[in-house]
């Protein structure tokens, strides 16, 4: 099952912004070949992650004021968002391994930052 999500300037505060879950927005363009490279790999995260990560790609041709917005100058471009704030950035293809990995840190810092504000 593919649980990617292709989102859009319309749409991208409710897929990722207002999401409960962490999420990993993918900025890509159909043209990019290492982003369809990238793909298959975001494909097995979020099947295996599915209940822990959302991932959500936005091509960057068709949604130019997203791509500006977060300052996109290089694709593939990963962004981790936690509670709609971004917690990393990653250009270009990395392994399986690597994104895991940074969601991981991610989660734990966002976290941990969530438990510093609660009790303050």
Not at 58 to 86: C, H, M, R
Request: hydrophobic content about 45%; glycine content about 4%; some cysteine.
């Amino acid at each position: 099952m593919n649980s990617i999500l292709e989102t859009n300037e319309t749409n991208f505060e409710t897929d990722v912004i207002k999401s409960t879950q962490p999420v990993i927005v993918d900025f890509w363009a159909e043209w990019c070949g290492p982003c369809k490279m990238l793909a298959p790999v975001l494909g097995e995260i979020a099947a295996e992650q599915a209940e822990r990560v959302k991932i959500v790609k936005v091509n960057v041709d068709e949604n130019p004021a997203l791509a500006q917005q977060y300052k996109i100058q290089s694709i593939p471009t990963l962004l981790y968002f936690v509670n709609g704030l971004v917690y990393e950035r990653v250009v270009g293809v990395v392994s399986k391994k690597t994104i895991v990995s940074k969601l991981e840190a991610v989660a734990t810092r966002a976290a941990n930052l969530n438990l510093t504000n609660q009790s303050v």
